[in-house]
């Protein structure tokens, strides 16, 4: 017994020093484009695969239904026996033809997840390299304040407050690096990397402005691909059949009054409609909310280009002693924010033409 017990310890303490030496691994830097990213990911992803078993279940639910089904009923004649068992079988088809239809949203739904944990490390990164040039700047500001404070020409207050901003900063990157650490790991879980690894993201987003011929066009399409509003007409077909295929001649064979049926017509019917404008009003207020963006992007791209002739120009002047370090530092850290407006822009813009594309991913 002891034996035993000490070959299960030992078992368990060899799993640990190989999973401990597992993680203990240098960070793999996988270099990854958002379509490699999106690939690898569908690939990975349980969802999928639990979708595309549903789909084979439930077409194996329909075929072992289909067996009951003797003839189709076409009005209330049929045996009630008859009309269940079609019933049966075109309920186990609706559920089929939902299967594929889930399916094809999960992996709409994992596409829309790549691309927005692929931006929101590009986001991350930029809000780093900002802030670690706003602390660069701060630092700099403080020692200029110390200097000024020993020598009397900065008064305690102005000290204190220097102190202040430049540890604020410091806690601020601080936390800009944990997220960014958290980026990378919901990227790394999507598309199966451990959750040390650092890939190299070689793709970033530009705002390409958005080209349709016309909104309404746009809606009707998103109405007629939108797996809400086909699950939703196949309600009402389902409950158009029921009532066609109602009952009434032997009581004991029947659980609810006609009315009901009728009653459940109407209800399928509003969920439809319900289901059309809400899909209507999500594409409408993406599509301007990208036109806004759009609208912004090239004053940010100014802004940027501005930046970096202000960067020149001030290196410049600091080398012929015209400028100071700390005013090199200010103007890099224009840059940098001009940078993470920038691409806090294109990332936003690129994930609402997602959603716009595929409006049933947008929450």
């Not at 590009?122 to 304040?145: G, P, T």
């Not at 790394?188 to 705002?207: C, H, M, Q, S, Y």
Request: charged letters at 25%; proline letters at 3%; aromatic letters at 10%.
């Amino acid at each position: 017994m002891r034996k035993f017990l000490l070959s299960i310890a030992l078992s368990f303490i060899s799993v640990f020093l190989v999973m401990s030496a597992a993680w203990a691994r240098e960070p793999a830097t996988p270099e990854f484009t958002l379509q490699q990213a999106v690939d690898r990911a569908l690939e990975h992803s349980e969802a999928v695969k639990k979708a595309q078993y549903d789909v084979d279940r439930a077409y194996e639910l329909r075929e072992f239904s289909y067996d009951d089904v003797k003839f189709v009923p076409q009005d209330n004649t049929a045996s009630p026996e008859a009309e269940q068992n079609y019933i049966k079988f075109v309920t186990s088809d609706q559920n089929w033809q939902s299967a594929k239809k889930t399916y094809d949203t999960t992996k709409d739904s994992v596409v829309a997840s790549v691309y927005q944990a692929y931006n929101a490390i590009l986001q991350a990164q930029d809000n780093v390299a900002l802030l670690e040039a706003q602390l660069k700047s701060n630092k700099e500001k403080l020692r200029i304040a110390r200097i000024g404070y020993r020598v009397g020409t900065v008064n305690q207050s102005d000290l204190i407050q220097a102190e202040t901003t430049a540890a604020g900063t410091e806690a601020s990157l601080t936390a800009a690096r944990k997220a960014l650490d958290d980026a990378y790991q919901k990227f790394n879980n999507l598309v199966g990397l451990w959750p040390n690894d650092r890939p190299v993201l070689i793709e970033k987003p530009a705002v390409t402005p958005l080209v349709i011929d016309n909104l309404d066009t746009e809606v009707q399409r998103a109405i007629e691909t939108s797996p809400s509003v086909f699950l939703a007409n196949m309600n009402i077909d389902l409950a158009k059949l029921k009532e066609n295929l109602y009952f009434a001649g032997d009581r004991s064979a029947i659980s609810e009054p006609y009315e009901a049926k009728e009653i459940d017509i109407e209800k399928a019917n509003v969920s439809l409609q319900e289901a059309k404008e809400k899909l209507d009003k999500v594409v409408r207020t993406l599509y301007y909310s990208i036109l806004q963006y759009e609208e912004q992007y090239s004053g940010k791209l100014e802004s940027k280009r501005m930046a970096e002739e202000t960067l020149r120009v001030t290196k410049v002047k600091y080398e012929v002693g015209m400028a100071t370090q700390a005013e090199v530092l200010a103007a890099e850290v224009a840059l940098a924010q001009a940078n993470k407006d920038l691409t806090d822009l294109a990332c936003s813009h690129e994930m609402l033409t997602v959603y716009f594309r595929k409006p049933w991913t947008y929450s």
